[in-house]
């Protein structure tokens, strides 16, 4: 009996053979907890340094600070007084860390609000250009002309009322056509008379933009006296002038000398520097001269070749 259950133990321990290749496993130990949590944030701390460092490249290097503040447009304004003003909008802080003055961060409708209150414009337009440049584009609103009497100039706003008297018309402004005629008295004696023609007025825009600004000039020899803040012409011919200056020079590039109210008191003549003429009329209001002086332009007419082009009748447009 014993011995019967001694072999069964010993058959119990019997190791018995595998066939076959034998496969050599390594059990490897998962790496304790805290130190993956330590690899992570190592990891997360170096990415938000990265970030933080990118974000600081952008917002305070140099190279994205607006450097560059381009003015185009000005012709009254005093241009230091604009780009100190556009300047200034953009000189502060935001929550005092972040400079408004960076590139992606100023911002075009501060500029334009602080310089739209601040100047009578027609047209203003604010544009970044990377990386540290703003374009500002205006056009300037008139709201004053210089008026030529033949004596002085004065400057009156768009209803016609003195605003200031400038100074004297010169002497050399003022042109004759005159005639000589020679008689020999019964006694022999000779005398000569010289009979003036024709005597006319020309400004002289040169010595105007030089001394008192880039106005229109609207000559009218009509006027008698030139009293300070009263009205002295037809606010209809001033606004006339300023919409004919306006045009002429911003859609067709052609600069305006100066504008001749005529003696008929309706009629109003444009003499362009480069010596052309546009006889419009005032009196009665016709607010289709201008698209008749756009569309002959368009079709037929070349304002560079013609000496005048008479947009003053409705009919048709005349040039020669």
């Not at 933080?52 to 241009?79: E, Q, T």
């Given at each position: 009996?014993?011995?019967?259950?001694?072999?069964?133990?010993?058959?119990?321990?019997?190791?018995?053979?595998?066939?076959?290749?034998?496969?050599?496993?390594?059990?490897?130990?998962?790496?304790?907890?805290?130190?993956?949590?330590?690899?992570?944030?190592?990891k997360l701390l170096f990415?938000?340094?990265?970030?933080?460092?990118?974000?600081?490249?952008?917002?305070?290097?140099?190279?994205?600070?607006?450097?560059?503040?381009?003015?185009?447009?000005?012709?009254?304004?005093?241009?230091t007084e604009f780009h100190?003003?556009?300047?200034?909008?953009?000189?502060?802080?935001?929550?005092?860390?972040?400079?408004?003055?960076?590139?992606?961060?100023?911002?075009?409708?501060?500029?334009?609000?602080?310089?739209?209150?601040?100047?009578?414009?027609?047209?203003?337009?604010?544009?970044?250009?990377?990386?540290?440049?703003?374009?500002?584009?205006?056009?300037?609103?008139?709201?004053?002309?210089?008026?030529?009497?033949?004596?002085?100039?004065?400057?009156?706003?768009?209803?016609?009322?003195?605003?200031?008297?400038?100074?004297?018309?010169?002497?050399?402004?003022?042109?004759?056509?005159?005639?000589?005629?020679?008689?020999?008295?019964?006694?022999?004696?000779?005398?000569?008379?010289?009979?003036?023609?024709?005597?006319?007025?020309?400004?002289?825009?040169?010595?105007?933009?030089?001394?008192?600004?880039?106005?229109?000039?609207?000559?009218?020899?009509?006027?008698?006296?030139?009293?300070?803040?009263?009205?002295?012409?037809?606010?209809?011919?001033?606004?006339?002038?300023?919409?004919?200056?306006?045009?002429?020079?911003?859609?067709?590039?052609?600069?305006?000398?100066?504008?001749?109210?005529?003696?008929?008191?309706?009629?109003?003549?444009?003499?362009?520097?480069?010596?052309?003429?546009?006889?419009?009329?005032?009196?009665?209001?016709?607010?289709?001269?201008?698209?008749?002086?756009?569309?002959?332009?368009?079709?037929?007419?070349?304002?560079?070749?013609?000496?005048?082009?008479?947009?003053?009748?409705?009919?048709?447009?005349?040039?020669?």
């Open positions: 009996m014993w011995n019967k259950r001694r072999k069964q133990k010993q058959r119990a321990h019997v190791m018995r053979p595998v066939y076959g290749t034998p496969v050599s496993r390594t059990i490897r130990r998962a790496p304790e907890r805290g130190v993956i949590a330590k690899g992570q944030r190592i990415a938000l340094l990265c970030f933080c460092a990118s974000i600081g490249l952008l917002l305070y290097h140099p190279f994205f600070r607006i450097s560059v503040i381009d003015v185009s447009g000005l012709v009254r304004l005093d241009r100190s003003t556009a300047n200034a909008a953009i000189e502060y802080n935001r929550l005092l860390i972040l400079p408004e003055r960076n590139f992606f961060l100023v911002s075009e409708d501060t500029i334009y609000e602080a310089l739209n209150s601040k100047y009578p414009l027609d047209e203003l337009s604010v544009t970044k250009l990377f990386p540290n440049k703003i374009q500002i584009d205006i056009a300037e609103k008139i709201s004053t002309v210089i008026f030529d009497t033949g004596e002085e100039y004065v400057t009156v706003d768009l209803d016609g009322v003195v605003i200031e008297q400038l100074g004297k018309v010169g002497e050399h402004e003022w042109f004759e056509e005159s005639e000589i005629t020679t008689t020999t008295l019964a006694d022999g004696t000779v005398r000569t008379t010289v009979d003036v023609l024709n005597r006319w007025h020309t400004p002289d825009t040169a010595y105007i933009a030089a001394n008192y600004g880039q106005f229109p000039v609207v000559h009218d020899s009509s006027v008698p006296e030139v009293i300070h803040n009263e009205q002295i012409i037809d606010g209809r011919v001033i606004v006339h002038a300023v919409e004919w200056y306006k045009h002429l020079q911003g859609q067709h590039q052609s600069p305006v000398a100066y504008m001749i109210f005529e003696n008929n008191g309706r009629d109003l003549t444009v003499h362009l520097t480069s010596g052309q003429q546009v006889l419009t009329r005032v009196l009665p209001v016709d607010d289709q001269q201008m698209m008749r002086f756009d569309e002959a332009l368009k079709q037929s007419i070349s304002l560079e070749d013609a000496r005048y082009i008479d947009v003053r009748f409705v009919e048709r447009v005349y040039a020669q």
